[in-house]
């Protein structure tokens, strides 16, 4: 009598464990949702995990994410960029990774096959610009040491042009005229 209770009660928490193990996860997935996208600045504090910020940086490093995402959400929902419309445009993207077609010329077919309005396309422009403007305050905050342990995805932000002359390769200045 004992052994098929006891059987009963095993049967039961063996059908009831993994289905409530199911639902915590599924809650999980829930609550991840689009948390890089509405807070820049924690992809970006990943990315410096090994650059050694202090507990003033991270700080700012924040305040400046909560101002960046900010803009960019004003500005896809000022033009219309809704959540489905951005997957779509990623998978499109991803599809067409192997393209022949570069650049802006890429862009342009990503966007048309995307269903992307000259609009969108506009606001995405000022979406990147805004995080590009919060990529380089945020390399700005770091000092030298900080700089050099960069990653090298990050290290365009510097605002170092080393090697390179406005001019071209040939081009000499000219000299002052001497006074007389």
């Keep these: 009598m004992n052994f098929k209770v006891f059987g009963v009660l095993?049967?039961?928490a063996m059908i009831s464990i993994p289905a409530l193990a199911a639902d915590d996860t599924k809650e999980k997935k829930k609550k991840k949702g689009n948390r890089g996208q509405a807070n820049a600045s924690g992809q970006l504090l990943k990315q410096l995990k090994d650059v050694g910020l202090s507990d003033?940086?991270?700080?700012k490093v924040k305040e400046l994410g909560k101002d960046a995402a900010a803009k960019m959400k004003k500005i896809k929902d000022d033009a219309g960029?809704?959540?489905d419309l951005t997957k779509k445009r990623q998978e499109v993207a991803k599809a067409m990774a192997d393209s022949e077609k570069k650049g802006a010329e890429l862009a342009a077919a990503i966007n048309k096959e995307a269903g992307f309005s000259e609009a969108h396309a506009k606001a995405l422009k000022l979406v990147n610009d805004v995080r590009m403007?919060?990529?380089k305050s945020v390399v700005a905050l770091l000092d030298d040491g900080q700089k050099e342990k960069?990653?090298?995805?990050?290290?365009?932000?510097t605002g170092g042009k080393?090697?390179?002359?406005?001019g071209g390769k040939d081009e000499?200045?000219?000299?002052?005229?001497a006074a007389e």
Aim: charged share 40%; proline share 9%.
């Design 10 to 12: 095993a049967l039961a």
């Design 56 to 59: 003033e940086q991270i700080a």
């Design 81 to 83: 960029i809704t959540l």
């Design 133 to 135: 403007e919060f990529h």
């Design 150 to 157: 960069l990653p090298a995805r990050m290290k365009r932000f």
């Design 162 to 166: 080393k090697g390179k002359k406005k």
């Design 172 to 177: 000499k200045k000219k000299p002052a005229p």
